[in-house]
């Protein structure tokens, strides 16, 4: 089956900090990855995704790559803000046809101190 | 922009009532699903739908029943609200089974 497997926390920063919050995965076939970012008392929002080995995804200063050999999807920043404070979800996509949507770790709270 | 909107942010019910919670997508999107979150535990599938009046069981569908009549609309349904039923619920939709999912905001659902 499925899973996912990432860094529970809390992870406690300073502002300016680099950031990883490490994420690996067990599939079968060929699986589409994510990280999702959920702001206190918010839904969960789609940060970044890679759908293939050694792509990469990036957006608002976060990146994370596809690493087939490592089964790995490690998000990463350079810089943190205070802002940056949520709890942060890996996931994976089946492409095997699996009709049962996203499979989640169990989120990463990151805090950010000024 | 896809909106997923979930009808309640937080509600308050009592143990044994039958508790609706509902998710409206505005994307014409074919899948919808219902998460519930807990500490500790992340985000456990609770039931998802692939097309009108289709349904499918997640990981914990026991307690739980749901419905959807319009393609744009998924109902949870609580048969008989317990305590261990108190939880963040989230309800998610996507275009296609390789797509993202976009999520509402949540419903913080306490029985008492």
């Known amino acids: 089956g499925n899973s996912v497997t990432q860094m529970e926390g809390p992870v406690t920063l300073s502002e300016e900090a680099f950031l990883t919050i490490n994420c690996t995965y067990t599939a079968t076939g060929y699986p589409s990855l994510f990280w999702y970012v959920q702001y206190p008392g918010e839904g969960l929002q789609l940060l970044l995704k890679a759908t293939k080995a050694d792509d990469k995804g990036s957006n608002k200063g976060f990146e994370a790559t596809y690493r087939k050999e490592t089964t790995s999807f490690h998000l990463e920043k350079g810089s943190v803000q205070v802002s940056d404070s949520a709890v942060y979800f890996c996931a994976l996509l089946n492409s095997g046809g699996g009709a049962d949507g996203l499979t989640f770790g169990k989120g990463t709270h990151l805090i950010i101190q000024p | 922009d896809v909106k997923v909107t979930q009808s309640s942010r937080y509600l308050v019910k009592r143990t044994g009532e039958k508790v609706f919670l509902e998710c409206v997508q505005d994307m014409d999107h074919e899948n919808m699903f219902w998460y519930r979150q807990d500490p500790g535990l992340g985000l456990r599938l609770i039931y998802f739908?692939?097309?009108?009046?289709?349904?499918e069981k997640g990981d914990i569908p026991e307690g739980y029943s749901v419905s959807r009549e319009k393609k744009e609309r998924f109902s949870l349904i609580l048969e008989s609200a317990s305590t261990n039923q108190t939880s963040m619920y989230l309800c998610a939709s996507s275009e296609g089974w390789h797509t993202e999912a976009f999520f509402g905001q949540g419903t913080r659902l306490t029985v008492v």
């Open positions: 739908s692939y097309d009108v009046k289709m349904k």
